[in-house]
T-cell receptor
Framework: SQQGEEDPQALSIQEGENATMNCSYK?????LQWYRQNSGRGLVHLIL?????REKHSGRLRVTLDTSKKSSSLLITASRAADTASYFC???????????FGKGTTLSVSS | ETGVTQSPTHLIKTRGQQVTLRCSSQ?????VSWYQQALGQGPQFIFQ???????GRGNFPPRFSGLQFPNYSSELNVNALELDDSALYLC???????????????FGPGTRLTVL
């Protein structure tokens, strides 16, 4: 069964706009990670946020974590065409030995 | 770009054949995981190797097997290929304590397997 579920499934915006993606999960976590995947290639790690953190920034990326609601959000500010990709959240399984991914959010940024 | 490499990039096999996919972990990483990603889906965990031993397995049949070598490179073997095995296969390496994923995983570019 899937641990993380991203919302929305697809998002289309114009360059310069902000993009927000949400992730919900089911069980308690040690950390939550966000990955980007360009057109069927490997996944690129974006941010890891630990369960005792509420917000984390990396360049144009901002991730929040609400453990009481079992949810996280990824905000990309001032989006660019190069941000076009699929974005996945992932959490570890109960044993801590595997990442469980949702189906992802497909982001399209048009110029 | 990460230091994780995979070979081959693409592969075409026929049903019933066997395939071996290879992964070279990022330097210093002691844990490697393999994932299967079908089109339009998120990656699904196959198994993890930690210090050359299988340390966790997802919901995949025994015909999916693996190896991790002393230099932390890894292989994924799939026997008796089925049409549904067509997917992108990703390996990911990380540095972990006891194989638990408390840090980020670094993914390779993947091997696209097509089974005809």
């Amino acid at each position: 069964s899937q641990q993380g579920e991203e919302d929305p499934q697809a998002l289309s915006i114009q360059e310069g706009e902000n993009a927000t993606m949400n992730c919900s999960y089911k069980t308690s976590i040690n950390n939550l990670q966000w990955y980007r995947q360009n057109s069927g290639r490997g996944l690129v790690h974006l941010i890891l946020i630990r369960s005792n953190e509420r917000e984390k920034h990396s360049g144009r990326l901002r991730v929040t974590l609400d453990t009481s609601k079992k949810s996280s959000s990824l905000l990309i500010t001032a989006s660019r065409a190069a941000d076009t990709a699929s974005y996945f959240c992932a959490t570890a399984n109960q044993a801590g030995t595997a990442l469980i991914f949702g189906k992802g959010t497909t982001l399209s940024v048009s110029s | 770009e990460t230091g994780v490499t995979q070979s081959p990039t693409h592969l075409i096999k026929t049903r019933g054949q066997q395939v071996t996919l290879r992964c070279s972990s990022q330097s210093g990483h002691n844990t490697v995981s393999w994932y299967q990603q079908a089109l339009g889906q998120g990656p699904q965990f196959i198994f993890q190797y930690y210090r050359e031993e299988e340390n966790g397995r997802g919901n995949f049949p025994p015909r999916f097997s693996g190896l991790q070598f002393p230099n932390y490179s890894s292989e994924l073997n799939v026997n008796a290929l089925e049409l549904d095995d067509s997917a992108l296969y990703l390996c990911a390496s990380s540095l972990s304590a006891s194989g638990r994923l408390y840090n980020e995983q670094f993914f390779g570019p993947g091997t696209r397997l097509t089974v005809l």
